[in-house]
């Protein structure tokens, strides 16, 4: 599969940098609110990138020797990261049928399902505010390293209405409590409060320490298997679904072991740790 042909998009930008995917919202002007065109070019981009997910097609080069990709970065241009619904798009809400709202509604969920979802390791950089749908954005990524000048709200509560589809993701980042308290308060959370509650991972003071972070990340997750960090989502979600009795669960994981063990991934890990080697999927130091 090649990697050409990207989507064709206004307001948000893709780069390709190795197997780094850089995707970056792209309406300063505007906060880099969420409009329905914005939405769905997102949904595109991710939707390309995770086609072309070195785990999903479980290389790490196509068929002309160029990368699959391994990490998405997920940035906002300007002052802010994104400052939620475009304000037309609420008008637009407050005048719709209650079936043009649910296809509105089901446009974000395959939005933040598409991140949280996502085959690569996904970082979030961000600056300035992530209100309602950007907060949903952040929520949905696996590493999020932000400015100190961050804030982060559910603020749909302000104007009377919840938090409902981006819940799932927010409530999975931080948890029952904390995720109702905020969706009630609806306020603003600063840097320290992120930090502490499990919105961000990790705090820099400039931009060139948010590439130097972002860097340091990516250098660390090319160690790890491709396949492993998208099949990591796997077993998480097997475990987020989890019904059934503890035996039969100790058993699914039984069953998960054996077939990662079994796999191509596997059985390279397996034979480069023995050979005391590095896997093929490890950058060599002249990369």
């Known amino acids: 599969m090649k990697m050409d042909n990207p989507p064709t998009t206004s307001m948000v930008s893709l780069t390709i940098d190795g197997s780094q995917a850089n995707i970056t919202l792209t309406r300063p002007d505007k906060f880099n609110a969420m409009n329905v065109e914005l939405i769905q070019e997102l949904i595109a981009l991710l939707q390309w990138t995770a086609e072309r997910s070195a785990g999903a097609m479980d290389a790490l080069h196509d068929e002309n020797n160029q990368p699959y990709l391994r990490t998405v970065v997920l940035r906002g241009e300007g002052k802010h990261f994104c400052a939620g619904a475009d304000i037309n798009m609420m008008r637009d809400a407050g005048a719709n049928t209650p079936e043009e709202n649910r296809a509105d509604s089901e446009r974000l969920d395959r939005l933040f399902n598409g991140l949280w979802s ?136 039984l069953d998960f072991t054996s077939r990662m063990r079994g796999s191509k991934e596997g059985q390279e890990g397996l034979s480069s ?9 490890k950058p060599s130091k002249e990369e």
Request: net charge negative.
């Open 273 to 281: 740790f023995l050979e005391k080697r590095p896997p093929e999927w």
């Open 118 to 253: 996502h085959p690569c390791f996904t970082i979030a950089a961000v600056q300035g505010v992530a209100l309602g749908g950007g907060a949903g954005l952040i929520s949905c990524c696996d590493y999020v390293v932000a400015t100190p000048n961050i804030r982060i709200a559910l603020s749909e509560g302000k104007l009377g209405i919840l938090p409902a589809v981006i819940g799932p993701y927010v409530y999975r980042r931080l948890g029952s409590a904390t995720f109702r308290r905020l969706a009630m308060q609806a306020g603003r959370v600063g840097a320290e409060e992120a930090l502490r509650i499990g919105f961000i991972e990790e705090l820099v003071d400039t931009k060139e320490g948010m590439e130097t972070a972002i860097e340091a990340i990516v250098n660390e997750v090319m160690t790890t298997g491709p396949s492993a960090v998208t099949l990591a989502k796997e077993l998480t979600l097997g475990f987020d679904r989890w019904t059934q009795s503890d035996e039969a669960l100790r058993n699914w994981t």
